[in-house]
T-cell receptor
Framework: AQKITQTQPGMFVQEKEAVTLDCTYD???????LFWYKQPSSGEMIFLIY??????QNATEGRYSLNFQKARKSANLVISASQLGDSAMYFC?????????????FGDGTTLTVKP | EAGVAQSPRYKIIEKRQSVAFWCNPI?????LYWYQQILGQGPKLLIQ????????DSQLPKDRFSAERLKGVDSTLKIQPAKLEDSAVYLC?????????????FGEGSRLTVL
């Protein structure tokens, strides 16, 4: 079974608007971490934001916030005030607990295009 | 702090030839991963090391792929013989520990083209 599902292969957003990138996950581990990474066309993978499974509040990092709904097993990334430089591929990833030795699984990504 | 180093950045080979990729993780990072990323897809885990031991190699095609991390620091991924479908970017990543709250730090990747 797919552990990380990103259902939006591509998304468009107007500059300065907000956009939500969807991510659902599947695990039986009670302890896990959810991550979002950005991969620009240059190829490097950049860490954006982290949410722990026991965290009570949604994570925020500058213009990035994570809408964590544990019961629905979803961890959507919200980018506010989109900028042209946000155009990239975005990956949702899950890191499972120490019993799984920190295995990190990635989704297939969403390509975000910011329009001027 | 130096990042994750990978080499070579680009490699073109004929099918059935062999190739090796090298990775030097961030100093002190005990956990090292090799991922295969085919164009337009997400990274797929090939092998995970904890220090110099293999934690997970369940998705490594062991008939042609091998990897080692002999001294628990740098690592080598080898493909022999290569197939056309091995054309991909091979990403090395490291983390301080296997803790669930630690992000992965990635190298720039090694792009392999098999002709």
């Amino acid at each position: 079974a797919q552990k990380i599902t990103q259902t939006q292969p591509g998304m468009f957003v107007q500059e300065k608007e907000a956009v939500t990138l969807d991510c659902t996950y599947d695990t039986s581990d009670p302890s896990y971490g959810l991550f979002w990474y950005k991969q620009p066309s240059s190829g490097e993978m950049i860490f954006l934001i982290y949410q722990g499974s026991y965290d009570q509040q949604n994570a925020t990092e500058g213009r990035y916030s994570l809408n964590f709904q544990k019961a629905r097993k979803s961890a959507n990334l919200v980018i506010s005030a989109s900028q042209l430089g946000d155009s990239a591929m975005y990956f949702c990833a899950m890191r499972e607990s120490n019993t799984n030795a920190g295995k990190s699984t990635f989704g297939d990504g969403t390509t975000l295009t910011v329009k001027p | 702090e130096a990042g994750v180093a990978q080499s070579p950045r680009y490699k073109i080979i004929e099918k059935r030839q062999s190739v090796a990729f090298w990775c030097n993780p961030i100093s002190g990072h005990a956990t090292l991963y090799w991922y295969q990323q085919i164009l337009g897809q997400g990274p797929k885990l090939l092998i995970q090391f904890q220090n110099n031991g293999v934690v997970d190699d369940s998705q490594l095609p062991k008939d042609r792929f091998s990897a080692e991390r002999l001294k628990g620091v740098d690592s080598t991924l080898k493909i022999q013989p290569a197939k056309l479908e091995d054309s991909a970017v091979y990403l090395c990543a490291s983390s301080l520990s296997p803790s669930v709250n630690g992000e992965l730090f990635f190298g720039e990747g090694s792009r392999l083209t098999v002709l």
